[in-house]
Antibody
Framework: QVHLVESGGGVAQPGGSLRLSCAAS????????IHWVRQAPGKGLDWMAF????????SYTDSVRGRFTISRDNSKNTMYLQMNSLKPEDTAIYYC??????????WGQGTQVTVSS | QTVVTQESTLSVSPGGTVTLTCGLT?????????PSWYQQTPGHPPRTLIS???IRSSGVPDRFSGSILGNKAALTISGAQAEDESDYYC??????????FGGGSKLTVL
């Protein structure tokens, strides 16, 4: 049974940084990984980034490539989303999602990120 | 830039059948896009309904079904119930570890 625990949200100023964490347990690495998906207030879901639990698969949507970096610490079973050069339009709930076989199978509870001066 | 399209709003009568679709502004949706569907109610994370075109997630009622209809992915709710009133999102795999969500459909049951 996969279990995800997110942390690290909060308030940042424009141009600032935040790091989100997603602790995952019960995962089965082959053909699976972690996605980050965000939802701005009153808006739809927006896929941000993906990383395989092991192996080489890392990807980003165009709007965050170069500003956001996804990484992992295998010793802690934790994935991270480092968000730099934050903009007000990055304000959203950020979900960590366990992905398997090209779908989003288990969603975390979400963590709020607010970018405001 | 390819955009994933969904109906903005739909309505269905209780007990009725409704089909939500998920298309592409350029090209057709196929099984190699591995379409999946998610249900979301306000204040809650999404719930996974359907993966890989037509595989129901554990615990999802069998009134929800997924398919490819013509050049789009489809989510059909047969025998809609009041609790099905939600936002529904599809997502398509575009290759190279890239996924794109549709804009979502708001379903009203009335």
């Amino acid at each position: 049974q996969v279990h995800l625990v997110e942390s690290g949200g909060g308030v940042a100023q424009p141009g600032g940084s935040l790091r989100l964490s997603c602790a995952a347990s019960g995962v089965t690495p082959p053909h699976s990984g972690i996605h980050w998906v965000r939802q701005a207030p009153g808006k739809g879901l927006d896929w941000m980034a993906f990383m395989h639990y092991e192996g080489s698969g890392i990807s980003y949507t165009d709007s965050v490539r170069g500003r956001f970096t996804i990484s992992r610490d295998n010793s802690k079973n934790t994935m991270y989303l480092q968000m730099n050069s934050l903009k007000p339009e990055d304000t959203a709930i950020y979900y960590c999602v366990h992905g398997e076989s090209y779908a989003f199978h288990l969603w975390g509870q979400g963590t709020q990120v607010t970018v405001s001066s | 830039q390819t955009v994933v399209t969904q109906e903005s709003t739909l309505s269905v009568s209780p007990g009725g059948t409704v089909t939500l679709t998920c298309g592409l502004t350029t090209g057709s949706v196929s099984t190699t896009n591995y379409p999946s569907w998610y249900q979301q109610t306000p204040g809650h994370p999404p719930r996974t309904l359907i993966s890989t075109t037509n595989i129901r997630s554990s615990g999802v009622p069998d009134r929800f079904s997924g398919s490819i209809l013509g050049n789009k992915a489809a989510l059909t709710i047969s025998g809609a119930q009041a609790e099905d009133e939600s936002d529904y999102y599809c997502v398509l795999y575009m290759g190279n570890y890239i996924w794109v969500f549709g804009g979502g459909s708001k379903l009203t049951v009335l």
